[in-house]
């Protein structure tokens, strides 16, 4: 009886022990037992979780060496508290023996008191507050912020969770420390509907991955931004929508810099976008879904002053934008998309597909050239409406693909300069009635199949140079075509050619240079070259040569001829070589500091208006000079002498600079007698000769 009460005083004892340990704090594995003189009472191994307590590290083996010093008498002692203890069932010999088990548990007693013991009661840091509460995380200060809050960095520190603001405007005053969010959660920062502002110095850097910041309908301020993508998908430094505002004070380093969607939303870096080797070109940043480049960046201009600080990222449809500050790497600026999307600023790229690229069909765009422009790719207006600023420059479309210009809408030049076009198959294709193109030369390589122009279904094309293509010079298709060349056509096969005879004109101001057996297809009868007719009875026609059969007379070729002389524009630009009776499109170039006074020339010819900076001028039956004067140019002048009349002050004489138009009227004619015409000695030229009142563009010399 008095084994089993001891064994059952002994195992309700150490229950309760064990009890005790489990209830203390956190877990750890502690083993209890009790002993007699020569055996093991009982023994009781329970898993239990304790608080960090600051032992050292062998404060175990020093309980043992306690425990042992208090026992007397014993035969074994456990010497490592992990090990399995052998459970004896030995009874003690005496109620003595029963004192010496309990002093053997209140020596066990102690150590799970010991062991028990908690960590002394020191403050956790605090990173962070609100007024004057202080926090020991930025979430916890976040959680208890109201509508409007500014939270307080205490220190600096990392956070690996995502840091999330919904409906709140936060100000973060970073009070000159530098607050991490590194996590590898989908966002490093996620604002919606609300705000998060930086105050005071240091940095608050932010790391995702998917993205670093991602925004909607908020306003966010960061300073550095990382996202580190996947095995799926390339990391977003910035993704904004619904008219968000991020503001990125240094760099992203992401595959793609931002996203940027909506009508408003604006994503500014004040740094770089780093971007790994294997990046895609095509998607330095993404407007709406659709990827950019890295040279599609803009400058913008208003009022002819370019803001050269940031390069801007937009397309027609979105109106978003993501702004990077530019650098002094920033290539130069080649062509300029005037109005931008309407607006009363334009935007001036480095490459002319980023201008290009933003087109909306059926829009009107006007391209305005700031360099020599190479391009290599097939033009195709794609239902646009295009005009191109020549600017005294020269665009060269040159590509390897089988047509260089596809027009199915209108496409015109204006301004002295050159817009040439050249394409394997085809060099100029126009179709889709109503298409009006303007180009400068059309060229097709292609030995065997090579088409110059080819023009189908009521289009008009207008061709300031010439026209090459070894098939074909132009070849027409469809009815009412329109084709007007200003210089030359050359081809080794067909010069001109009208599969379908539908009653189309070709004006030729120069010569056709074909087969001269070939030089007119219509269908499949060909007309030499011998067989244009002078006789055709067309007064205003009267110096071109008509090529049309009269059974077939639904078509029309008409060429003139002409001449061709060199025209040298002197401070401007619209030099070159022309047919006579050409008008020329010539601007002057003026330098910085100078004013314009008026256009000369030195060789007869016509202005539309000498008094305008950019005009037309109308080729005389020589090579000749025009001049750009500018205010302070030393002119030189000659005399005018009038036989038969006076100058416009009444006088009948004085002293012109060469090009300058001078009113002239002739007396009136004796009794019985009517005018004739007006003859000059010397030059010059009259604007109608048959008029008693005229205008005379002067000479380099004097003229009577």
């Known amino acids: ?52 307590t600051n032992i050292e590290p062998n404060s175990g083996d020093e309980l043992e060496e306690e425990q042992s010093t208090e026992i007397e008498n014993k035969d074994e002692i456990p010497d490592d508290t992990n090990e399995d203890i052998d459970n004896s069932t030995s009874e003690p010999a005496t109620s003595d023996d029963l004192l010496k088990e309990n002093e053997i548990l209140e020596t066990d007693t102690s150590i799970i008191n010991l062991m028990d013991t908690g960590p002394l009661d020191i403050e956790e840091e605090k990173v962070c507050k609100i007024d004057d509460v202080q926090y020991a995380t930025l979430h916890e200060a976040l959680e208890e912020a109201g509508s409007t809050a500014i939270i307080k960095l205490l220190n600096s520190f990392t956070t690996h969770q995502s840091v999330i603001i919904n409906n709140k405007d936060i100000t973060l005053d970073l009070n000159g420390y530098t607050l991490k969010v590194d996590t590898t959660a989908d966002e490093g920062l996620k604002v919606t509907n609300g705000t998060l502002d930086l105050k005071g110095e240091g940095e608050l850097n932010v790391t995702g991955k998917l993205y670093g910041v ?16 996947n095995d799926y998908a390339d990391g977003i430094g910035v993704y904004a929508d619904e008219d968000s505002k991020v503001y990125v004070l240094g760099d992203i380093t992401a595959n793609i810099g931002a996203q940027a969607k909506g009508h408003e939303t604006q994503v500014i870096i004040h740094g770089k976008i780093n971007r790994s080797e294997d990046a895609d070109e095509e998607k330095y940043v993404i407007i709406g879904r659709s990827g950019m480049p890295e ?136 179709f889709n009635e109503g298409t ?172 539309g208006d000498n008094c305008e900076t950019w005009t037309g001028f109308k080729m005389p039956s020589n090579d000749v000079t025009v001049t750009a004067v500018l205010d302070g140019d030393t002119i030189e002048t000659y005399l005018l002498t009038i036989e038969d009349g006076t100058l416009e002050n009444g006088s009948g004489s004085g002293t012109y600079a060469a090009g300058t138009e001078v009113p002239i009227l002739a007396n009136p004619a004796p009794e019985g007698k009517v005018f004739d015409k007006w003859v000059s000695e010397g030059g010059g030229s009259f604007k109608d000769v048959n008029n008693p009142n005229t205008i005379f563009t002067m000479p380099s010399n004097p003229v009577t």
């Open 1 to 52: 009886m008095f084994k089993y009460q001891k064994k059952w005083c002994y195992r309700v004892l150490v229950m309760f022990m064990a009890l005790a340990i489990f209830l203390s704090g956190p877990f750890s594995t502690l083993h209890a037992f009790a002993t007699t003189d020569d055996h093991t009472i009982e023994t009781f191994d329970e898993e239990v979780m304790l608080l960090d």
């Open 295 to 430: 040279s599609w960046g803009a400058f913008k201009r208003i009022n002819e002053v370019i803001e050269r600080e940031f390069l801007i990222y937009t397309d027609i449809y979105e109106k978003a934008m993501v702004l990077v500050k530019a650098d002094s790497s920033v290539p130069e600026r080649i062509c300029a998309m005037l109005n931008f999307n309407r607006e009363e600023f334009d935007f001036l790229y480095s490459k002319l597909e980023a201008a290009l690229g933003m087109a909306i069909e059926g829009w009107e765009y006007e391209i305005e050239l700031l360099k020599d422009i190479d391009y290599t790719e097939t033009f195709d207006t794609k239902g646009c409406d295009w005009e191109f600023n020549l600017n005294g420059y020269t665009l060269n479309i040159i590509t390897d693909d089988d047509v260089g210009l596809v027009a199915t809408s209108d496409i015109r030049i204006k301004g002295p300069g050159e817009f040439n076009v050249t394409g394997k198959k085809i060099g100029v294709q126009a």
């Open 436 to 607: 009006y193109v303007t180009v400068t030369n059309a060229t097709a390589t292609d030995e065997v199949e090579g088409v110059g122009i080819y023009a189908a279904g009521r289009v008009n094309v207008s061709v300031l140079g010439d026209v090459s293509g070894k098939a074909y010079g132009i070849k027409l298709k469809g009815f009412e075509n329109q084709v007007l060349v200003e210089g030359n056509v050359y081809s080794s096969n067909i010069g001109i050619g009208d599969v379908e005879i539908g009653g189309s004109t070709v004006i030729v101001e120069g010569s056709i240079y074909a087969d001269s057996k070939r030089y007119l297809e219509l269908g499949e009868v060909f007309m030499l070259e011998s067989e244009g007719r002078t006789d055709h009875g067309f007064d205003e026609m009267k110096d071109y040569i008509l090529y049309a059969d009269e059974w077939l007379s639904q078509i029309n070729l008409w060429v003139r001829n002409a001449e061709f002389y060199n025209l040298t524009v002197v401070n401007g630009f619209g030099s070159g070589r022309f047919a006579e009776e050409v008008w020329v499109p010539i601007m002057a170039n003026i330098p910085v500091g100078s004013m314009f006074d008026r256009w000369i020339s030195d060789g007869g010819g016509e202005f």
């Open 214 to 229: 991602w925004a909607n309908n908020g306003k966010v301020t960061v300073t550095n931004v990382k996202a580190l993508g």
